[in-house]
């Protein structure tokens, strides 16, 4: 029985990693091994931004609920303790919403946590 290469499996996986790396700069999207290294290095930073993304989010949206609860005398701090107090259960995401596209609800908001 003839020995069987493995040149179409090989080729393939290749130009996948080649295809992966299109659009990058020099041998890193023509060199099979400069490209996978890119390509791996590629999706570790996707994988670790992809993180580091819902930690930005988060910073953004308590600047801006603190930037709003500020408008009515009371810091973020304060405010989110009055809301644990009260046992409002609305999340930074929406309560930023708010403050942004609807200031009147959030004012509603500081009303019912300031009145204790």
Do not use: C
Request: net charge positive; proline share 2%.
């Amino acid at each position: 029985m003839p020995r069987s290469s493995s040149s179409v499996p090989t080729r393939h996986r290749r130009n996948k990693y080649l295809k992966a790396a299109k659009g990058y700069y020099g041998g890193k999207h023509r060199l099979f091994k400069s490209a996978k290294e890119q390509v791996e290095k590629g999706l570790q930073y996707a994988y670790r931004d992809r993180r580091n993304r819902r930690r930005v989010f988060r910073r953004l949206w308590i600047a801006r609920i603190n930037a709003a609860a500020r408008l009515f005398d009371m810091s973020y701090s304060q405010l989110i303790d009055g809301m644990n107090k009260k046992g409002l259960d609305i999340n930074r995401k929406i309560l930023a919403d708010l403050a942004v596209n609807d200031i009147n609800a959030f004012e509603q908001v500081v009303k019912t946590v300031r009145s204790s």
